[in-house]
């Protein structure tokens, strides 16, 4: 449409205005051929691409908590118990998809839809218990109750749960599986449950229109729409972006990856204060960019930081619902867009926003693509320990904060959260504005990492967007990672090393006198073998006699070549107890390097594995190469005296 305005603009007012008219009624009759319209027949419907993604996950992992959308309501008044069964009834009748069972036909999963029934609405009596008991119990059901599996065959996909803690006290739960609800929904399903609770408490009738269309109508459109030419250029856009896109963002952990995820997340908060909020929202202003759009430019520049690469990607939610005639309708809309930066060449943070800018501008022309289609086409391998695609995850609302009260008739209602979450991706950062800041959480894997490493992780990205809104021309590399706290811990705390230690006693004296205590103690450990202090030192002690066999002389520096395993602690400890000095080598070395190092601290003796032994360079330092262990063959015992 623009360019054709802009061919217009010659033409007299009244001429340019009724063409333009014409223009719009074409535009709207090609959209309308393209219209959600109610599908033909009552039988099994197809899945979206949404959910089928969410069964195919379902059936690798039958029951797994992850796709649990739980939301707790703290309800404060007088509250008819009845009035809000009848309309929860009412919001489950009104929409299918919370009626919808997921069965296979001919080894496809089609959608089945139960006819409406009373919504059973449990009641849990805790009026008699002391506070502190209620609360204790109110939070272990919750966690319980959202941690409850479904089953996508049988179903129902929503179940309910009321609490009573007082005479005008309860707790709310509504527990819904993600294959038939997303955040979106749940806000549909509150707005439509305060309205029919009042009007029913007050013995009105429903005040709600009935909906035009149901989610299996979205499903069906969608397949039909989202096939042939749209969707090749939908294809062709995603995986041109994405192609050699690294499949895992290599974060360090403090604990290895599992064979399985862990079933629950944990959560710490994050703070941008106001002023740095404001000069960042000037910044996006300046570069025609959104507050967004800088803020996930911050995020991935210190996942890049943390990880040491300069290609990240990163997941980000978009509602799913681009036609006005879904945004009221429950079901599973929201699609995932995956965003890939370019890190590369150390660009100022303001170059950073202008790249972020570009790749959003144009994920967002491509958004109707699923994110579960993307996946398909990539052929990307399927691993239960990670994400597909991208591991870390970035959302905002950047809307008044306060918006959306929930209210119940003259009963107030709160959000509740149990503190803990499924786990769906290593990272996840929320943030929303307040009065002016940004404020939000840092969800992370506590399999993964400890709390204090995603602490300082947060910390970190405050840090670095302070920095970035104080100067956006200062290279990524010259961002500070480390605020006061964290720089006087690493520079004063960590490095007040100076402690008693005892004349005499060298480090491989020391060891021998444990090992003389507790021989049997596990030592060192690697690869599934263990060793303990006793086994350790007999086996340095035999490399030390033989060192001593070769001529060795006190004081003499020996090299070594040596990757992390048991035998190079045995090298360094023999080493010490032939009273020699050991020179660590670093096996990544060119050899030129390796070539000068030899020369420079004239090591007579390296010592390696065999299959190191041929990238050593031609110094005329003998080379002895270790077996298992550090264990050359010779005899035990104690090495000779120096």
Request: with cysteine; hydrophobic share 45%.
């Amino acid at each position: 449409m623009s360019g054709t305005t802009s061919r217009l603009a010659h033409l007299p007012p009244e001429r340019r205005a009724m063409l333009q008219k014409l223009l719009l009624r074409q535009a709207g009759a090609q959209a309308d051929a393209r219209a959600i319209r109610r599908r033909e027949g009552e039988g099994p419907a197809p899945l979206s691409f949404a959910q089928r993604r969410l069964w195919f996950l379902d059936q690798l992992e039958p029951g797994n908590p992850a796709y649990n959308v739980p939301l707790f309501l703290r309800l404060r008044g007088r509250l008819d118990a009845g009035a809000l069964r009848r309309a929860l009834s009412e919001v489950v009748r009104r929409h299918e998809a919370l009626r919808t069972r997921f069965a296979a036909v001919d080894g496809e999963p089609v959608q089945r839809v139960d006819p409406p029934a009373p919504v059973p609405l449990p009641r849990v009596e805790l009026r008699a218990a002391a506070e502190e008991v209620r609360e204790r119990e109110t939070r272990r059901l919750m966690l319980a109750e959202g941690a409850r599996p479904f089953d996508l065959a049988r179903g129902p996909l929503l179940r309910a749960l009321l609490l009573r803690l007082g005479e005008e006290e309860h707790v709310l739960f509504l527990v819904q599986h993600h294959v038939v609800s997303d955040a979106w929904s749940t806000g549909v399903l509150t707005r439509e449950l305060s309205a029919l609770y009042g009007a029913f408490a007050s013995g009105e009738p429903s005040p709600l229109p009935e909906p035009p269309l149901q989610y299996a109508d979205y499903a069906a459109w969608q397949r039909g729409w989202l096939a042939g030419e749209t969707l090749d250029a939908q294809l062709a856009w995603w995986t041109g972006r994405l192609a050699g896109a690294p499949p895992l963002l290599e974060l360090p952990t403090d604990h290895p990856r599992g064979a399985l995820r862990g079933a629950w997340s944990e959560a710490v908060p994050v703070a941008v204060p106001r002023a740095a909020a404001d000069a960042l929202r000037r910044l996006a202003a300046e570069e025609e960019a959104t507050p967004f759009m800088a803020l996930l430019a911050g995020w991935q520049a210190l996942l890049g930081r943390h990880a040491g690469q300069e290609d990240v990607v990163v997941g980000t939610p978009v509602a799913g619902r681009t036609r006005v005639e879904l945004e009221g309708m429950i079901g599973f809309f929201v699609n995932t867009l995956a965003i890939r930066t370019d890190l590369s060449g150390d660009p100022t943070f303001r170059g950073l926003l202008r790249r972020v800018r570009e790749t959003l501008l144009g994920a967002y022309q491509h958004q109707d693509l699923p994110f579960e289609r993307l996946v398909e086409e990539l052929g990307v391998e399927r691993s239960l320990t990670h994400a597909p695609v991208f591991q870390a995850v970035f959302s905002m609302d950047d809307g008044p904060a306060g918006e959306g009260e929930l209210r119940l008739g003259t009963v107030e209602a709160e959000p509740l959260r149990t503190g803990s979450a499924s786990v769906k991706f290593d990272l996840s950062l929320s943030l929303w504005n307040r009065d002016g800041a940004l404020e939000g959480r840092l969800t992370f894997r506590p399999d993964l990492w400890d709390r204090p490493t995603a602490e300082r992780m947060a910390a970190r990205l405050g840090a670095l967007l302070e920095q970035a809104a104080a100067d956006a021309d200062r290279p990524l590399s010259g961002l500070d990672l480390l605020g006061p706290a964290e720089r006087a811990r690493v520079l004063h705390e960590w490095n007040a090393t100076d402690a008693p230690f005892p004349d005499g006693d060298c480090l491989h004296e020391r060891f021998e006198a444990r090992a003389r205590i507790a021989p049997g103690a596990p030592a060192l450990a690697h690869g599934g073998r263990t060793l303990t202090y006793g086994e350790l030192d007999r086996a340095a002690d035999r490399l030390a006699r033989d060192l001593r066999a070769r001529g060795f002389v006190p004081e003499t520096r020996v090299a070594l070549f040596l990757e992390p395993a048991p035998e190079t602690v045995v090298a360094l400890l023999a080493v010490l107890k032939a009273g020699g000095a050991y020179v660590p080598l670093d096996t990544g070395s060119p050899p030129e390097r390796l070539a000068w190092t030899l020369a420079d601290c004239g090591a007579r003796l390296v010592l390696t594995r065999p299959e190191l032994a041929d990238r050593l360079p031609d110094s005329g330092a003998e080379v002895v190469v270790l077996g298992p262990g550090g264990e050359p063959p010779y005899p035990p015992g104690p090495p000779p005296p120096a």
